[in-house]
């Protein structure tokens, strides 16, 4: 049980262009979900956190225009990185909360290469 | 903010050998989460601690939880090829961290043959 998914796995897009990450709780429900960015050799540092109908939450130095967070439903949340530049290019994995358990699943990560 | 620090940073061991790592917390942790990472792949959750003083183990794995909530250890009994990977603790803060994760910097674990 606890199964996170994340499509796509990797993309690669020219600069300027938007990408969107989707998030998908499988078989619970994630009222909290939390995206994440990991360069290579790095440990994982979060973005924002994002709650199901809300407005999401984002850490210090992260860009909210940049890096827009929509969690429309208890299953899925979507990271869209707009207007893409090298340097976003990273791992960036999601992890959605088991209710009551404070246990984070995360999903299998998205690999983006921005050209 | 809160800071998770983890020694060692890397860590090579000959299959059999034991290997343990260490994670030291800036603030008083709520609990701590053990995560594992194979190379390529995501993190993935081992174990969560919660009491003072609290030890777990899994099979050849025992984790520790320090009497003061901010500090914990891995240590893993005969190392295998298969526990190749870099191995995380994630804590939460009693104050001020909300619900929120923050990973320490990582251990990574070679095992050589």
């Known amino acids: 049980g606890a199964v996170v998914s994340q499509h796509p796995s990797w993309v690669i897009c020219k600069s300027g262009t938007s990408v969107k990450i989707e998030c998908r709780s499988l078989?619970?429900?994630?009222?909290?979900m939390f995206w994440y960015r990991q360069f290579p050799k790095q440990s994982l540092m979060l973005m924002a956190t994002s709650n199901e109908g809300s407005k999401a939450t984002y850490e210090q130095g992260v860009e909210k225009d940049k890096f827009l967070i929509n969690h429309a439903s208890l299953t899925l949340s979507t990271l869209t990185v707009t207007s893409a530049h090298p340097e976003d290019s990273s791992f960036y994995i999601c992890s959605g909360e088991l209710a009551g358990t404070d246990t984070q699943y995360f999903g299998p990560g998205t690999r983006l290469t921005v050209l | 903010g809160q800071q998770v620090m983890q020694i060692p940073q890397y860590q090579h061991v000959q299959e059999g050998e034991d290997f343990t790592t260490y994670c030291n917390s800036s603030?008083?942790?709520?609990?701590i989460q053990w995560y594992k990472q194979r190379p390529g792949g995501h993190p993935v959750f081992l174990i969560q601690l919660v009491k003072s003083g609290e030890v777990k183990k899994q099979k050849r794995l025992t984790f520790q939880f320090g009497e003061a909530k901010k500090n914990s250890s891995l240590h893993i009994t005969a190392t295998q090829t298969t526990d190749v990977g870099t191995y995380f603790c994630?804590?939460?803060?009693?104050?001020?961290?909300?619900?929120?994760?923050?990973f320490g910097t990582g251990t990574q674990l070679k095992v050589e043959l």
């Open positions: 994630a804590g939460k803060a009693v104050t001020g961290g909300g619900n929120k994760l923050t």
């Open positions: 078989d619970f429900q994630a009222t909290t």
């Open positions: 603030t008083t942790l709520s609990n």
